[in-house]
């Protein structure tokens, strides 16, 4: 339970005091946010906006992991690293990203091939790894079984779980960078999944299946590799991101760029898996969900009927449109968000007490 309150004290200590420092340098340099010519006219204004401000929540939530870990005497984890790594690995392909849309001054950065070659590096190592160092117990980081809120089902190969692991790490970077296009939007959502997913780590903790032996109803035990480290994780996730909200929120003095929101997408993703909670994380980050299929919707409609559905796609933009300012829209959508991880932390409790 330390571990948790270090690492998120250290992450929202850390980004509060760090990202201002961020900020300067990267202002003193000029890497200011590109805005498309096609977008709402009222983000004119953030031109210029100091970018890539994911880098000051990468590194808070990395070394607020570390020094949780020295403070309280306790081991890293496999799984904990996994995570790690797979967060810092998406977010250099979103910084490469970023540098190349600065440098060149315009809205793609990476050429199409290149970014996904670089997620789909980055995912196949992770789905890889987390399939290997089975501790004695035999489990290992990940399971090639599907989940909800534990696994189900038979075993879908290792070949077909890095397939899985990889759509599921594509997606929720994709969802994460579509919903970032408001001043503090994805930032805000994603405080609230990592808070759902510290609760989550720690409740498998407790009722961890390796304490079988010390539990009132064995039978309802989680099977999960390290629970108590992806609450670490994610308590240093929540942390930083929630520092970050601080500069973040409108009007941002900073953006995340591709660097932050892919970053984010892979840690949710990661979390999930290891967890074994895949498809939960679907209605956990609801919001990431309902902001991707508003893009799905309006491609798949202006290709099929010539005819878009919203005014604007990502669905945020919709509504910026239809005259809501961009702190309602923000709200409002935060709101979504909360009600999104309320139903997921019910249903979670809910499979477990099914199995009392």
Not at 122 to 127: K, Q
Request: with cysteine.
């Amino acid at each position: 339970m330390r571990q948790i309150l270090f690492a998120g004290a250290i992450g929202l200590f850390l980004t509060l005091v760090g990202t201002p420092l961020l900020i300067k340098l990267l202002a003193r340099k000029g890497y200011g946010q590109f805005i498309r010519d096609d977008g709402p006219r009222t983000h004119g204004s953030k031109k210029g906006t100091p970018t890539m401000g994911g880098i000051a929540f990468i590194l808070a939530t990395i070394l607020a992991y570390l020094l949780a870990k020295v403070i309280t005497g306790e081991p890293m984890s496999f799984s904990g690293i996994l995570v790690l790594f797979l967060m810092a690995g998406m977010g250099l392909v979103g910084f490469l990203d970023d540098y190349i849309k600065i440098v060149k001054q315009r809205s793609l950065g990476l050429r199409a091939k290149a970014k996904m070659a670089g997620q789909l590096i980055v995912g196949i190592a992770f789905a890889v790894l987390s399939l290997q160092f089975a501790d004695s117990r035999g489990n290992t980081p990940a399971s090639t079984r599907l989940s909800f809120v534990e696994d189900f089902g038979w075993s879908i190969g290792p070949v077909l779980f890095c397939v899985w692991a990889l759509f599921m790490i594509l997606a929720m970077s994709n969802g994460v960078n579509l919903t970032d296009g408001l001043d503090g939007l994805a930032t805000g959502a994603s405080v609230m999944v990592f808070g759902a997913y510290t609760f989550i780590g720690l409740w498998q903790f407790q009722e961890s299946c390796a304490f079988a032996d010390n539990l009132t109803n064995p039978s309802a035990c989680f099977e999960v590799r390290d629970p108590l480290d992806l609450a670490v994780v994610a308590s240093a996730l929540m942390g930083a991101c929630f520092g970050f909200l601080w500069w973040n929120t409108s009007p941002a003095k900073i953006f995340m760029g591709d660097t932050g929101s892919l970053a984010l997408g892979g840690a949710l993703a990661g979390l999930a898996i290891l967890s074994r909670t895949e498809f939960l994380l679907a209605i956990l980050g609801g919001l990431f969900v309902m902001i991707t299929m508003s893009v799905v919707i309006q491609v798949g409609s202006f290709k099929m009927t010539g005819k878009r559905v919203f005014r604007m796609a990502p669905l945020q933009h919709h509504f910026e449109l239809k005259g809501w300012s961009e702190v309602l829209v923000v709200v409002r959508f935060w709101i979504i968000q909360g009600m999104c991880v309320i139903v997921g932390l019910g249903l979670f409790y809910a499979g477990w007490a099914a199995k009392k």
